[in-house]
Every structure is written in structure tokens, then in C-alpha cells.
């Protein structure tokens, strides 16, 4: 009985549709269905070898984008950055057309934010080369700098993203009310540096102090405005002190939201059979023997 149940469990599993395949489709059979499969799915061993692969040449030619950007070493070895630089925008371009063959809505998938991704990360090498006359428009560099794009792919492989993703917008509303307080005391400080200080300090007028106001809250300090009166210095050794508190506010209230996220979800009374009792609220079968859970109280 438990093997027939761990059996439906296991293929209940099997059977179930990834997010890749019911946003962009999943080919019936042939080659672009084992495309698919390499490309879009990590359960197998020859995806998960894929991933890996791929996480290696992103970080590679991060690498390569790093390296070109330090002018001695970009003057001593320009030809084999570039000759690697290329050598990448083919690979990823290679991919990129896999990825558009292997799915039943490519269009989807183009338009998604990976699909954006991967355009961007290899548009601007293609863009120098067959366009020199850019350089009279805009500087080339700035163009190179799209290629780092190509590390937002690797946001695809980690799935803690999801869950920090999660907290983040179940906080939002704590973040802005914090946000909005703090901006109302960098405001009320600024205007009273304004009056204690006045022009002749550099505060010239409201905005610059709450810019002042601002830098000194955050801890930052640039150090280009500062009080010079003692009552000015005064206010300032207080609005340090209380960035020091302030900063740690948004933190606990993601940490917290995690917290409850992560053990929150726990049913404790969905208890099976075989005595197991670590189940996720969305769990249908028994991660030890397979068996069906019951319901949700």
C-alpha cells in the first residue's frame, strides 16, 4: 500500500508543470523537447551539468569585462580580451537561440526579463562592431559596461532569490512608512541646520541642508558641508547617533518577514501516517513514504 502510494506520490511529481513550461511551452517530442529539457530543467543530470556550465562562463566573462576595464592590462593584452570577449557574445548568442528554438512561444520568452537579459548581454559587442560610427556619438564604454548584464543571469539558478523577493514585497508597506519617517526627520533637521548655521557655513538654503541632512543620517559624511557652530556640531553628533539605530530598522523588518516565511509556513497539524510532521502548508504527499496528506485544517 505505501509502495503504491509512494509510486502515485513519485509520479504526481514527475507529471507536474514547470513554471518554463506553462509560461512558454513545452515542445510534445523531438529535438526541441530535449532541448527543452537541458535548457529549462535542472532535475536531470544533463541540466543540471548545463547550469553549471553556464554559471562558469557568466562569471568567466564578468571576468573578462573586469579585466578590459584596467587600462594596463587592456593595453597589454587587448587582442586575447578581445578574441575571449568574443568568444563569449558567440556561446551566449548560441544560447540565446536555443533557448528561443527549445520553447513553443519564443516571443513570450523574448520578452520575458531573461530573455531581456540575454539580449542585452551580447547587443553591444554586436553593436560596436557593426556600427564603428557610434564612437562619434557616444563612448563605446559605456556600451561595455551592458555586458555585466550578463551576471543577472545567474539570479536564474539561485532559488533563495525567490523567497528574499517574497519578503521584500510582503514588507513594502513597513519599508515606505520608514522610508517616509525618515525623509520627515532628515527634513525638520535640515531646516534647522538651515536656521543654527544659515549661509554663511555653506548652508545656503533648505534643500542643500536636507542634503546635508541626508549623508549625515546614512553615516556617509562626504564631509563637503559641515556645521561649523557648536550647536550646529551638536545636532549633527545626535543625527549620527541615530543613523547608527535607524539603518538596523529595514533589516529586522525583511529578517522577520523571512523569519515567519520560513517557519510560518509549517503546518504542524498535517501529521502523517508514518509520524512525519515537517510538511509545507502546499505539500499533497508525504516526503518520507508518499503517502496523501490530509487536508488543511
Known amino acids: 500500500m505505501h509502495d503504491r502510494a509512494g509510486a502515485a506520490g513519485a509520479r504526481s511529481q514527475r507529471t507536474a508543470r514547470s513554471p518554463e513550461t506553462e509560461r512558454f511551452g513545452k515542445p510534445p517530442s523531438g529535438w526541441r523537447r530535449a532541448w527543452f529539457e537541458v535548457i529549462f530543467e535542472s532535475e536531470t543530470r544533463a541540466g543540471r551539468r548545463f547550469d553549471l556550465v553556464l554559471i562558469a562562463l557568466i562569471l568567466a566573462s564578468v571576468l573578462v569585462v573586469i579585466v578590459d576595464s584596467v587600462s594596463s592590462y587592456a593595453a597589454r593584452y587587448g587582442a586575447e580580451l ?46 560596436a562592431f557593426f556600427f564603428p560610427e557610434f564612437h562619434a556619438l557616444i563612448d563605446i564604454r559605456l556600451l ?70 541626508i549623508t549625515t543620517m546614512t553615516t556617509v559624511g562626504f564631509g563637503d558641508i559641515a556645521p561649523k557652530t557648536g550647536l550646529g556640531r551638536a545636532i549633527a553628533s545626535f543625527m549620527m547617533l541615530l543613523g547608527w539605530g535607524i539603518l538596523a530598522v529595514p533589516t529586522g523588518i525583511v529578517t522577520a518577514e523571512m523569519t515567519h516565511r520560513r517557519f510560518g509556513e509549517r503546518a504542524v497539524d498535517r501529521v502523517c501516517a508514518c509520524g512525519a510532521d515537517d510538511h509545507a502548508a502546499s505539500a499533497r504527499f508525504c516526503a518520507r513514504c508518499g503517502k496523501a496528506l490530509p487536508a488543511v485544517v
Not at 568574443?86 to 512561444?105: D, G, I, K, M
Not at 515606505?176 to 541646520?193: A, E, P, Q, S, W
Request: hydrophobic share 55%; proline share 3%; glycine share 4%.
Open 144 to 213: 561595455r559596461l551592458l555586458r555585466v548584464f550578463r551576471i543577472l543571469k545567474l539570479t536564474e539558478y539561485l532559488t533563495e532569490m525567490s523567497v528574499l523577493g517574497d519578503a521584500l514585497r510582503a514588507s513594502r508597506r513597513k519599508i515606505l512608512v520608514f522610508i517616509c519617517v525618515v525623509l520627515t526627520i532628515d527634513v525638520l533637521m535640515g531646516t534647522l541646520l538651515y536656521v543654527v548655521e544659515g549661509p554663511a557655513n555653506g548652508f545656503d538654503n533648505i534643500p542643500v541642508s536636507i542634503y546635508w541632512a
Open 82 to 127: 578581445t578574441a575571449l570577449e568574443w568568444t563569449f557574445t558567440l556561446l551566449f548568442t548560441a544560447e540565446y537561440a536555443a533557448r528561443l528554438a527549445s520553447v513553443q512561444r519564443p516571443l513570450r520568452y523574448a520578452t520575458s526579463f531573461f530573455g531581456i537579459v540575454d539580449l542585452i548581454s551580447v547587443l553591444p559587442t554586436y553593436l
